[in-house]
């Protein structure tokens, strides 16, 4: 699954959403892989006219200070796409905008609307708390999802744990510190290629329901597809972070892929920059992590 490449503004360090941060919080972004820097109270004046620092020293040294940065020219990588998978095949059923939580797994569980669902071995719903008041939307099942029917449980997985709980939530979490997550695909595309638009344009529904049921208070969209779905818009990511968009009247957070910071580690600093803007946009949750287990 590619991501779309960062573009290449040319924007000076932001260093105002920086939070405190606490030893949990600081450990959790040890782990995203993310060097922690602020700056010295008398050289922040200095740095906002400083030059942007080299992709080079960015690699070696990512800081969470960046809220966007200047980039190397994108490569562009493209993904050949295999014929469009016959639509659809057994429509939506009538109604999906009034179901409620148990009816709408329900009817994604038994879905034949599009191709995917001969190739799928389960649908991927969701997960996490239905009363979590941010929620994240992701793209669509891989293999390890397909195979254990919950989203993000790989690699990339992990990193969006660690994401999560660097901000305060998990998805065991509950209310104010937890994150429901959900795909704008609930089945895994075969050999996990892109998402074809009249599978997203099929699937859309669903989640359109899953976040009227949420009611998320916010939306961490991850990665291209997820972008595309929930903001009808072609711009890449690099365009779109760093604002407070909204679908259907929920504020909506742009940021990275955690399949793709894991290809490009450099980049972990301005998905840091995107939580804390998300942090900004809704508040801190209070006090520590509370976990169902
Ligand atoms: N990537 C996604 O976007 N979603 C998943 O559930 C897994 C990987």
Redesign the pocket.
Known sequence: ?NENPPDSRDESPDTSFVPRLDVRQRAMLAEMGVRVWAPREDASARQATEPVQTDRAAAAAPTVAVRQRADASPQVVVQASPPPADLPQVPLPDGVDQMDWATLQVTVASCRACGLCESRQNT?FGAGDTQADWMVV?????E??DRQGE????A??QLLDNMLRAVGRSRSGVGTQGAY?A?VLKCRPPANRNPLPAEVAQCEPYLARQVALLQPRLILA??R??VQALLKTNEPIGKLRGQVHQYRGVPVIVTY???YLLRTPTDKAKAWADLCLALETVGAPPGPVSTKD
């Not at 989203?151 to 790989?154: E, I, K, L, N, Q």
């Open positions: 699954m991927v992701g793209e669509a099942p891989g390890n999802e989203p993000f449980v790989g990339a997985g997550i795909n991850m990665g597809f997820a892929h955690p399949a």
